[in-house]
């Protein structure tokens, strides 16, 4: 099946600054990409649609300041946490749209001090 | 719009025993549906699909589903657990309409296996 990555699986930032988490489809085209925030125990919610060469279109309550969506490319999205604070820290997951179903990253582990 | 309730937030079953994950949907369209894996500290895995077709829905690791109308469910069975069957499931539902996006999902339901 296809293959999608995310860049870095974890990483640690200090309270203030700013994480940039990459998404890629490795080896097919995703003209859309999805970027989801799981926290503990908890089902993924949507956080925002990534289309190549537009704007993302953010869902309802999700600060599109504070997490800046690009998708520069079809095999790329990228998504940054701007300002990061400790209520951030997550398990952020991105998906990528083929014709016949999503597939989804491995996640990424945030953890803001 | 589309809404999924899995009952059940933990599942515990014996190696060898009869795994059933329940899931019911709402739909204002026909549905797609679909259950996910998922690892401790990994993104999630497909296990298989509902889209059109057939209604019983064979997926990986002998895994297997029914899409039943009449009941709007989607429960998730396996004859026989293993012990590397102890993860995450998740499902999920999309309107038939928007195909491959926009999944809402299920609260998910961890299935604990002891031996």
């Known amino acids: 099946g296809a293959v999608v990555s995310q860049h870095p699986s974890r990483v640690i930032c200090k309270s203030g600054t700013s994480v940039k988490i990459e998404c890629r489809s490795l080896?097919?085209?995703?003209?859309?990409m999805f970027w989801y925030r799981q926290f503990p125990k908890k089902s993924l919610m949507l956080m925002a649609t990534s289309n190549e060469g537009s704007k993302a279109t953010y869902e309802q309550g999700v600060e599109k300041d504070k997490f800046l969506i690009n998708h520069a490319s079809l095999t790329l999205s990228t998504l940054t946490v701007t300002s990061a604070h400790p209520e951030d820290s997550s398990f952020y997951i991105c998906s990528a749209r083929s014709r016949y179903e999503q597939y989804f990253g491995p996640g990424t582990r945030l953890t803001v001090t | 719009a589309q809404s999924v309730t899995q009952l059940g937030s933990h599942v515990s079953v014996s190696e060898g025993a009869l795994v059933l994950l329940r899931c019911n949907y709402s739909?204002?369209?026909?549905?797609?549906l679909f259950w996910y894996v998922q690892y401790p500290n990994q993104g999630l895995q497909l296990l298989l699909k509902?889209?059109?077709?057939?209604?019983l829905v064979k997926g990986i690791n002998g895994f297997e589903a029914e899409f039943k109308k009449s009941e709007t469910s989607f429960h998730l069975t396996k004859p026989s657990a293993h012990m590397s069957d102890a993860a995450e499931y998740f499902c999920?539902?999309?309107?038939?309409?928007?195909?491959?996006?926009?999944?809402?999902f299920g609260k998910g339901t961890m299935l604990l296996v002891s031996p």
């Open positions: 080896d097919f085209q995703a003209t859309t």
């Open positions: 999920a539902v999309s309107g038939s309409n928007s195909g491959y996006s926009t999944l809402t």
């Open positions: 739909s204002s369209v026909p549905p797609y």
């Open positions: 509902y889209t059109t077709g057939a209604t």
